[in-house]
């Protein structure tokens, strides 16, 4: 299982404001570093027990070379250094998946793999809970990144 710490500022756009921002960054001199399509599936209970404490339980479709990953992100406490507005940071653990295994999330049997994940998440040791994990939501994505500097931060669009 990979671990990253993720930081990250989201903003939503509208549409309009998205396509003049995109030609704003198209027409400067960052450098496209990426193109990526795909499918992501947001896993939850019913109640969005895991939205509510802060937990984002994903599986990734990769249509580009139909690959998949199980991503599970947690709030990471942000040190005092680490304070800024609007930025969430987050322990992320990712798990490559065959076609088999993400069949078996995609058609609700995520109990299955629900014990690479307890060490992490204390509440995905509630049987109860894990038998009401389900796939909640689906959005598809076209992603694109884009080098800033010569430090390799990225932008993401999507």
């Known amino acids: 299982m990979k671990k990253e710490i993720e930081k990250e500022i989201k903003y939503q756009l509208t549409e309009k404001d998205f396509k003049e921002f995109e030609k704003y960054i198209e027409s400067s001199n960052y450098r496209r570093k990426e193109c990526k399509h795909q499918v992501n599936y947001y896993i939850d209970t019913k109640e969005f027990l895991l939205m509510k404490n802060k937990i984002t339980l994903r599986l990734r479709q990769m249509l580009d070379d139909n690959s998949f990953q199980l991503t599970l992100k947690i709030p990471k406490e942000k040190r005092e250094d680490e304070l800024v507005k609007h930025v969430k940071v987050k322990n992320e653990y990712t798990i490559s998946l065959n076609n088999h295994q993400a069949d078996e999330i995609l058609n609700n ?47 993401s669009l999507d």
């Open 109 to 155: 049997k995520i109990k299955n793999y629900t014990n690479l994940l307890e060490n992490y998440v204390p509440i995905l040791k509630d049987e109860n809970i894990v038998n009401e994990l389900k796939v909640i939501g689906k959005l598809y994505t076209e992603r694109k990144n884009y080098l800033l500097d010569e430090d390799d931060s990225v932008l």
